[in-house]
């Protein structure tokens, strides 16, 4: 199955939350504690059997690059197996990429060369679990031409998306955007597959065709299948819908599936992490999420410099390196090499690597983006006028406090 199929990650656009990717791109956030938003697209690769897989990257790509290059290094190129960033190229003009179908446009000739009968177009910007080969096969079984995975959305689940209307023969009837909508429906999820054939046939067209705009990774099944609903391209078979969550698959179905869409969207999908059953199983044995990890000390608590108290951290997330010194921890998540000072108070947090909490602060409700150094003393998150004047907050309450931000 790896030769046959040619997959294409989109990671090129900025992407949300906006607070979180003003030194990096949207796949390239940090998230669950020790993981990248990239990292959920590209297990899936792994554990489906996929072997060929393109990084479409573009918008402040140095971190993606580097965490590729760190963490994903272990296909074998002997064997034709690749994970390979692809900035633009810049063959046909000397324009960046404008939208996602620009991107296969101005790569058409990694398409052509390859050996695929099949390429696979994911969103990079997206956590969720899904094994593709199930895709794969049930695509071979339809026929061919376009498949859609698609997501039950609606009231109480992830926003993102479009609508989609399917008949009982699995064929796409109708997509468009889902405006108040306060009944369950089908969306997109960012996950098509396309014959070769037919894509290199489209992809001048509808390229031509689509607006200029990285941040529409997540729309590839709109700009794949309107055309073809509306008569603007031709397809032999009608496209089709495959459900994501289904029986088919080795993935444990938690059919859990979020695009982080806003800073607070973000907060709560790592807090959801800390739940007794949280939405998203990242402890399934034989389905791990792979990702870099530095070389850093095992977590631990130790008792205070002054005061003499134990650390302690209740119901939350230690990544390695951190070390929490005589300060109490509770339904947080920190990352690498995070220290917690004594008399510190840290909850509902998310710390990224490096951050320090000076002796005695208190960090509520609070994104620290990587190395924030938070003083001794400090209180943030409990008087949201204060924080306000000095930090973004969104409409949730959710301080962030940018990298390099001087407090």
């Known amino acids: 199955m790896s030769s046959k199929t040619l997959t294409f990650v989109f990671a090129a656009e900025r992407g949300t939350p906006a607070l979180l990717t003003e030194h ?34 573009q918008y402040k790509s140095h971190s993606l690059h580097k965490h590729l290059r760190d963490g994903w290094s272990l296909f074998n190129a002997e064997l034709g197996e690749f994970i390979t960033a692809v900035p633009p190229q810049m063959r ?5 990429y404008r939208n996602a179908m620009d991107a296969l446009r101005q790569n058409r000739y990694l398409i052509e060369r390859s050996p695929a009968d099949t390429v696979l177009l994911l969103d990079g910007g997206l956590v969720y679990r899904m094994d593709y080969a199930e895709l794969i096969e049930f695509h071979r079984e339809q026929g061919g031409g376009v498949t859609c995975a698609l997501r039950q959305a ?11 209307e399917v008949d009982g023969a699995d064929r796409i009837t109708a997509i468009g955007n889902a405006i108040d909508v306060d009944a369950p429906y089908e969306s997109t999820m960012g996950v098509v597959l396309i014959d070769k054939a037919l894509l290199l046939e489209q992809v001048e067209a509808l390229s031509a065709a689509t607006e200029a705009g990285m941040d529409s990774g997540v729309d590839l099944a709109t700009q794949l299948v309107s055309p073809m609903l509306d008569g603007r391209a031709t397809c032999s078979n009608p496209p089709t819908a495959y459900r994501f969550g289904g029986e088919r698959g080795r993935v444990t179905q938690d059919r859990y599936w979020s695009d982080l869409g806003s800073t607070d ?17 990242l402890y399934q044995a034989d389905w791990n999420i792979l990702t870099y990890q530095g070389q850093y000390p095992p977590a631990r608590t130790v008792p205070g410099p002054t005061s003499g108290n134990e650390g302690i951290f209740v119901n939350s997330m230690l990544a390695a390196g951190t070390v929490i010194r005589g300060g109490g921890v509770s339904h947080s998540v920190l990352y690498p090499r995070v220290q917690v000072e004594d008399g510190a108070i840290v909850d509902e947090a998310i710390l990224f690597e490096g951050v320090r909490i000076g002796a ?30 000095r930090f973004e907050v969104s409409d949730e309450g959710i301080v962030v406090i940018l990298k390099g931000q001087s407090i």
């Open 360 to 389: 005695n602060a208190r960090v509520r409700r609070c994104i620290c983006d990587k190395d924030v150094v938070i003083p001794a003393g400090a209180c943030i998150g409990e008087d949201r006028r204060a924080d306000a004047e």
């Open 24 to 57: 990096r791109c949207k796949a390239a956030v940090p998230v669950a504690g020790k993981y990248r938003v990239i990292d959920f697209t590209l297990a899936n690769c792994l554990h489906s059997g996929l072997r060929q897989v393109l990084v479409l990257s």
């Open 154 to 164: 609606g009231p109480g689940s992830a926003a993102g998306g479009v609508k989609v």
């Open 265 to 281: 969207a973000y907060f709560r999908a790592n807090m959801d992490l800390l739940k007794a059953e949280p939405p998203l199983n």
């Open 92 to 96: 046909y003009d000397s324009g960046w």
